[in-house]
């Protein structure tokens, strides 16, 4: 630096002045939490009056439908938008086909509709993918070597997005990621005149060791065995690919794509923001909750501080809104 920019000799700069006093720090903020960015996902199961704890997740419950109902109401009054539900399927109810996916009596599908009763104005989205109906845990149908087949798979999808709409849900969510099921799901939703049930498409999703704490929620651990999903999930190490996928899902007809997981991908989000401009969402998943969660209670990082601080971060990188299992806990700091 020349210096003919020095009056004197203090800094050139001082970029301390603006962080000096709250009112400046205020003027100057560029990006803001609300609870407006917040999507709570929840589990559901079977029975009346059940509240079953995930080990791994703690303060996260499967709630039976009469206490789901009841959250769901609870969620409004925090200013929560919506909720992305999951089921807790039954053993009996697990088949190579998962066609309990589709049945339009099975309890993915009442809870949607519990929920819209209980509380109309909460968003409901729901998870388009056959892993909770497989008793392999894969999100498909497979051959005989494990293989999961795409456009079968497909079909299943279809029948299981229209299953959901039908019985009300606002947004269905692909979470499967076989090729072409967007294009797909659209059609069947626009055939069925569900013209205005919105995509939310699971466009870039990593095949990621950080949803161990979630399929032991869902029970698909045990299921998945040593198995993996490499032939679908997409590899951490790729960039150009999550843009690709992206850009595909958006021109087959979602109305969101989603990131996941989230804080390790980061980068994906702000690149796919910046280059598509489409409504971005991000995941913060589940074991990305349970790591916090040790560390919080062990007293080696603050919560409520760290909870703000991991949530903000996803709105700078680009995200438009969160799904977090700590969408409770920030609502009720933001207020
Ligand atoms: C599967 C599905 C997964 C999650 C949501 N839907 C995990 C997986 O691919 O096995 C993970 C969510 C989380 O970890 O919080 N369709």
Redesign the pocket.
Known sequence: MSKSLHRGPFPGTRMRRMRADDFSRRLMRENTLSVDDLIY?MFVREGQDQREPVASMPGVERLSLDLLAEEAKQLVELGIPAIAL?PVVGKDKKSLDAAEAYNPNALAQKAIAAVKDAAPELGVIT?V?L?PYTTHGQ?GIIDDDGYVLNDQTVETLCKQALAQADAGADVVAP??MMDGRIGAVRQTLESAGHVNVRILS?AA?YASS??G???DAVG?AGN?GGGN?YSY?MDPANSDEALHECALDLAEGADMIMI??GMPYLDIIRRVKDELAAPTYA?Q???E?AMHCAAFDNGWLSREAVILESLLAFKRAGADGILT?FAKDAAKLLS
């Open positions: 996902p999951f998870d993918a892993d999100d979470s499967d699971y999703k950080y949803y704490p979630f399929r698909s998945l999903k999930q996941k997981p995941y998943v589940s074991g909750y299992y």
